[in-house]
């Protein structure tokens, strides 16, 4: 065949492989089987591609897109706005609980989540302690979390900076971060980040007995350090 189908070709197999990356993390999960089988259509139309036999690549890869369409059309998904948006989440992250998982799970929602993890003195001044587990351990740990893309320790001096990094298109904040929304707003303005959507997370799931690390490290003390 031609060099011109080969590069369309081509261009379909990479385009297909960018169009998975932009599925969420929640949405893979909900249909891993399917997006794992149209993972491994896509490499086989790699493979085949390789050894010049264009016309199974081009099988392999339309299959692939068949298989993706389906989830994209079963939960109404956006693949070029909705998926491929940022969205901000900054917080310390100190003994990961599942309160911390829902709320990630939440920003997921809403496009890929980029996380900025505060620095041991920042969290300090915050909360009036240290943390228990220092910045690099709980970026770490974050950074394992499935419903993360990227994440990163913030700014010692100034949280906004941050923002800056990312330019996201949504800030996502939690229930019990108190911040001025409208404050944030103007001061994001000033530093040219103006287009930007603040939601957030109305309240902390209660499924849970444990939904904060305060509560977790007062049940311990509760347990263990009151004994005789």
């Not at 060099?3 to 197999?13: A, D, L």
């Not at 599925?23 to 591609?49: F, G, M, N, Q, W």
């Not at 010049?52 to 706005?81: C, H, K, P, R």
Request: proline fraction near 2%; glycine fraction near 4%; hydrophobic fraction near 35%.
């Amino acid at each position: 065949m031609s060099n011109e189908i080969r590069n369309r070709v081509e261009k379909y197999i990479k385009g297909m492989e960018e169009r998975l990356q932009k599925i969420p993390s929640h949405i893979y999960e909900k249909y891993r089987k399917v997006l794992d089988l149209a993972k491994r259509y896509t490499e086989d139309a790699k493979y085949y591609l390789s050894k010049e036999d264009e016309v199974t690549a081009l099988v392999d890869v339309v299959y692939a897109e068949g298989l993706l369409d389906s989830v994209i059309f079963n939960e109404n998904l956006d693949i070029d706005s909705q998926i491929s948006k940022k969205v901000f989440v900054g917080g310390t992250f100190d003994i990961l609980h599942p309160g911390h998982i829902e709320f990630l799970k939440e920003a997921s929602r809403y496009g890929r989540v980029y996380v900025s993890v505060a620095r041991d003195k920042n969290s300090e001044k915050v909360k009036g302690r240290k943390p228990i587990n220092d910045e690099n351990q709980r970026l770490e740990v974050v950074k394992s979390i499935r419903y993360v893309y990227e994440a990163f320790l913030g700014d010692e001096k100034d949280f906004l900076k941050s923002v800056e990094r990312v330019k996201p298109d949504i800030l996502f904040l939690g229930p019990d971060q108190h911040v001025d929304e409208n404050k944030l707003k103007e001061e994001l303005k000033k530093r040219g980040i103006d287009n930007i959507e603040i939601i957030r997370m109305k309240e902390r799931i209660n499924n849970w007995s444990h939904s904060s690390t305060t509560s977790i490290i007062q049940e311990i003390v509760k347990r263990y350090c009151n004994q005789r």
